[in-house]
Nanobody, 124 residues
Framework: QVQLVESGGGVVRTGGSLRLSCAAS????????AAWYRQAPGKEREMVAS???????NYADSVKARFTISRDNAENTVVLQMTSLKPDDTAVYYC??????????????????WGQGTQVTVSS
């Protein structure tokens, strides 16, 4: 079974930047549509940015012009570049993607998967 693994979270001051990356545990996993979500303490999980297999991106109003989602095909990852960070951006960030991989029998497996999350903390 494939797992999505997020990296790049951390603590940054207001106005700083972070780059989150989402990779699959299986090298032959191919991302289709993907998105980044976040969940702050006491709040519901919300979609931050999404990207289609064709590269079309969509953003929550709260992050437009500050966050950029992209696909790194060479590394087979989905990246969220975050700039001008604010304390309100503090949350656990999750990668969500659907895609395809081939199991040990060579059969295609299609599914949608979540990562475990990475903490982003923006201090004032």
């Amino acid at each position: 079974q494939v797992q999505l693994v997020e990296s790049g979270g951390g603590v940054v001051r207001t106005g700083g930047s972070l780059r989150l990356s989402c990779a699959a545990s299986l090298r032959n996993f191919r991302f289709n549509d993907a998105a980044w979500y976040r969940q702050a303490p006491g709040k519901e999980r919300e979609m931050v940015a999404s990207i289609t297999s064709g590269g079309s991106a969509n953003y929550a109003d709260s992050v437009k012009a500050r966050f950029t989602i992209s696909r790194d095909n060479a590394e087979n990852t989905v990246v969220l570049q975050m700039t001008s960070l604010k304390p309100d951006d503090t949350a656990v960030y999750y990668c969500n993607a659907d895609g395809i991989y081939y199991n040990d029998d060579g059969a295609p497996v299609v599914g949608r998967y979540w990562g475990q999350g990475t903490q982003v903390t923006v201090s004032s």
